[in-house]
């Protein structure tokens, strides 16, 4: 009797996933066609939450980089759309990737400063980074300075004629840059990558010692999550039409909710983010009239979480059944013949 | 004149600052813990001044006997109870934990006291000043804190190097497994570290309270100007953190006397300089 | 007999799934020095970690002058007489020479061993006493952590590879003191690789191979090739 092992990627429950998560992507392209204008405004806010929230854990569960810092480049991604596009003439759909881009090329210096700093003063240096770039926008008088701009109307009619127009488009970006960022991590944890950074994530000093170069992988992760999330914070504004400093560099809104969502749904996973998100939108509905109860209730279950159950709602169930919907490790599956 | 006004004015500033900056850099020093919510202690030590001063209409100053304790107190059972049990290898829970706290405690602000700005009234020795020199006063107010400050750090210092706590509290930060082996409870040890941290706290907020408009909001500012202080003067060195403060806080005075809305941005970016010129800070932590 | 001042009966250890010791027994008496030897990975530090509570013991059976302490914090067992002497000396850094020592007496201390008694013990130090901790030659390390372990005034104390990177002549000089110290009537445990220091000094040897008591004696009546079968196991005494 001999042993032999396939090494197997996919699982059952990854390939009936599969064919579910095809179908529920169709269902939720053609939602201009099925929904209401408020869901398709709510669904725009869902997705770019989701792509936020799969971006920060891909640095904190992943890299290793605990950052609070991320509304840099939420709000870079935005000014730089709003720039682009009154300023330079650009189209704003070609002022959104452009965003993206710009926000990952200065993603590389802001790197180098802040990787200056390791673990926890690293999350605050982020933070200090993030307050540099929302003082310094407050600066410019053409961006409107501390009191922001709106986007000019002729720029707003060029996206599309008709408002609805405008709304679906805005609604596919967002769905195809949500898909994209989880098929971003996907890929990223597939790769040579993403045996690297499970290998940081599990110890720095063994992976260090296999010869793994920590913090080019690092940095490459910094830099390319910058630049999604730059690309998120372009469609964020590009949906409100108007930005300030404020509230392009929300540390609230664009860090301590992402955070949230990571932790309640789970660290570490791909499927932590999309349920994190699902119960915050689910708890924001609930408690849509609580005013800062509603922040109050979050960030306690989201403490709760990290004291008692660390990995979140998807620890939980993938403890309990064996579970994996996005097969990014491998499996060593022993035959007998 | 301006600009040495300007900078005797940040010198003094610092002085809050490192009154900010002492229980971070305490707390990171002795367990490598960061506490993000570290601002919001301040500002909720404000607040528990303005209930005293309100409530009992004693000077803002003697607010300190019931604030100083009160926080001292809430730092140890916090810390036993809560943040005890985020200590370990990795560095998101406590990260994370206080992360929550910070923003559960801006808006249990928020709800309790509304989003107005406060201050308290110190009566004569707000407007009270030295005159160094024509067009050079020195506040009395000003030079209160920063005395303060020089007392807390000295004051920390001696217990530091003086008392036998002081000495287990260094022992701890220089390695805490083998500290267990002397007979010292990890628990406890990191529970009295924070007390002494949220004591210095409660100061630090009382003065925010007198010198300046706080509302529920201004905490994160706060953690990032004790951060930049600690930074700045390097870890692990107290008096470093006094230099780091007062840099930080010229730096502050200098840019607003260039424009007043590049007073944060200046003490940002002199942190920045510093961060990339001496990573270890100007004055890292010496043997002995 | 009286009853003995440590004893453990089938103590194991862990590491995560990785099991370290497999049921040990092990007894020593008031007054006693003994040696345990080994050879690298045969689970004597674990065996000390565990005793002293560094390594979780819950459940375990551990008796300590005459009380079970198993799964008992290592602070607490201080305060009850344990003392040790870690591998690798562990002083602290920012700490002085006699700051190092003094905090040896943090979780308890008494009279016989004081300051004074320490620098008796090893004149060397009180010279050295305001130098940082670190600053000294290994030997000098050495001495100040056999004394910041007395300072507690144990009634057990445990020395984890004392000689351990020292040269020949100052380990000599640390096992010097080894008598002196039981002189005051200490009850001791040493762990050594170095087999010849460790029977010149005990009264009696475990020996641990792999996790377990390969075997136990008095240093007169074991023969050197019992020891070495028992250090280095069969196999490799088969195949030399």
């Not at chain 1, 059952?12 to 398709?40: C, E, F, H, N, Q």
């Not at chain 3, 351990?164 to 050594?192: C, F, H, S, W």
């Amino acid at each position: 009797m001999s042993m032999s092992y396939t090494v197997q990627r996919s699982t059952k429950a990854s390939r009936v996933a599969m064919t579910v998560g095809v179908l529920i992507v169709i269902g939720l392209a053609l939602a201009p066609y099925w929904a209401s204008r408020g869901d398709l405004r709510m669904m725009v806010e869902i997705f770019y939450y989701l792509a936020l929230a799969q971006m920060w854990s891909l640095l904190a569960g992943y890299g290793g980089l605990v950052s609070v810092g991320q509304q840099a480049f939420v709000g870079l991604g935005g000014y730089m759309l709003f720039a682009l596009a009154a300023f330079g003439g650009v189209n704003p759909i070609l002022a959104l990737v452009l965003a993206g881009v710009i926000t990952a090329l200065v993603a590389i210096p802001t790197a180098f400063v802040a990787f200056r700093l390791t673990g926890a003063y690293f999350a605050i240096g982020t933070w200090v980074i993030a307050e540099v770039f929302r003082l310094g926008f407050a600066q410019v008088s053409a961006l409107g300075g501390g009191s922001g701009m709106s986007l000019p109307a002729s720029i707003v009619r060029s996206i599309a004629e008709s408002r609805s127009g405008r709304e679906h488009l805005v609604y596919w970006i967002a769905l195809a840059i949500a898909l994209g960022s989880i098929l971003m991590v996907f890929l990223l944890l597939r790769s040579r990558w993403g045996l690297a950074m499970t290998a940081i994530r599990d110890s720095e000093t063994a992976s260090e010692s296999l010869g793994v170069e920590t913090y080019v992988t690092k940095f490459l992760v910094y830099v390319a999550a910058a630049g999604m999330t730059g690309l998120v914070g372009a469609l964020i504004f590009l949906q409100k039409l108007r930005i300030s400093p404020d509230a392009a560099f929300s540390v609230q809104d664009w860090t301590a909710l992402v955070i949230f969502i990571v932790v309640i749904g789970g660290i570490g996973s791909i499927e932590g983010p999309i349920i994190g998100v699902i119960v915050f939108f689910l708890l924001r509905e609930i408690a849509a009239d609580w005013g800062s109860w509603y922040l109050i209730v979050l960030g306690g279950i989201a403490v709760a979480t990290m004291l008692f159950a660390p990995r979140g709602i998807w620890g939980l169930i993938s403890d309990k059944w064996d579970i994996n919907l996005f097969p990014v490790g491998r499996r060593l599956i022993t035959e007998k013949d | 004149m301006d600009w040495i006004n300007a900078i005797v004015q940040g010198i003094l500033l610092g002085g809050l600052y490192a009154l900010f900056a002492a229980g971070l850099s305490l707390m990171f020093g002795v367990m490598r813990f960061v506490n993000i919510a570290h601002g919001d202690f301040i500002v909720m030590a404000a607040y528990g001044a303005l209930l005293a001063v309100t409530f009992t209409g004693v000077h803002p100053l003697l607010s300190m006997i019931v604030v100083v304790p009160g926080l001292a107190l809430m730092g140890y059972f916090g810390q036993r109870i809560l943040l005890n049990r985020t200590l370990g290898d990795d560095i998101l829970p406590p990260l994370l934990v206080t992360f929550g706290f910070s923003i559960i405690i801006q808006n249990v602000l928020l709800e309790v006291f509304s989003a107005d700005s406060q201050k308290l009234q110190a009566g004569a020795l707000e407007t009270a000043s030295i005159q160094i020199a024509e067009g050079l006063n020195i506040g009395l107010m000003p030079l209160l804190i920063f005395l303060s400050a020089l007392g807390v750090i000295g004051g920390l210092q001696a217990f530091f190097y003086r008392t036998s706590l002081g000495r287990v509290l260094r022992a701890t930060s220089d390695d805490q497994d083998t500290v267990r082996l002397m007979g010292a409870d990890n628990a406890k040890i990191f529970g009295y570290a924070t007390a002494i941290a949220s004591a210095v706290v409660g100061i630090a907020g009382v003065y925010l309270a007198m010198r300046t408009n706080f509302d529920p909001s201004v905490g994160p500012a706060r953690l990032l100007f004790a951060f930049e202080a600690v930074i700045i003067g390097g870890l692990g060195n107290l008096w470093g953190t006094l230099a780091g403060g007062i840099i930080l806080g010229v730096a502050q005075t200098i840019g607003a006397q260039i424009d007043p809305g590049l007073q944060i941005l200046a003490g940002h970016i002199a942190f920045l300089i510093v961060l990339v010129v001496k990573p270890q800070g100007l004055f890292p932590k010496m043997k002995g | 007999m009286p009853e003995p001042i440590l004893q453990t009966k089938g103590l194991e250890a862990f590491y995560g799934d990785f099991q370290a010791l497999f049921g040990i027994d092990f007894e020593i008496h008031e007054g006693e020095t003994i040696a345990i030897i080994g050879s690298n990975g045969a689970g004597k530090s674990t065996f000390l970690r565990s005793i002293t509570g560094m390594l979780k013991t819950q459940g375990q059976d551990i008796q300590f002058l005459g009380k079970p302490v198993g799964g008992a914090t290592a602070h607490s067992l201080v305060k009850q007489g344990l003392a040790m002497v870690p591998e690798g000396r562990k002083l602290f850094p920012s700490l002085t020479v006699e700051e190092n020592l003094m905090i040896g007496a943090y979780g308890r201390s008494g009279s016989d061993w004081t300051l004074e008694t320490i620098y008796d013990l090893f004149p060397i130090l009180k010279e050295r006493r305001h130098h940082g901790g670190t600053e000294l030659s290994g030997g000098q390390q050495q001495m100040v952590a056999i004394g910041r372990g007395l300072m507690s005034n144990p009634k057990l104390l445990l020395c984890d590879e004392i000689s351990l990177g020292l040269a020949p002549i100052i380990i000599k000089d640390i096992y010097e003191a080894v008598p002196k110290i039981k002189a005051t009537g200490a009850t001791m445990i040493v762990v050594e690789q170095d087999i010849n220091q460790a029977l010149a000094v005990a009264d009696r040897v475990y020996c641990f191979q792999e996790g377990r008591v390969s075997l136990t004696g008095t240093p007169t009546t074991l023969t050197k090739d019992e020891i070495s079968a028992a250090y280095f196991g069969l196999e490799a005494e088969g195949a030399q």
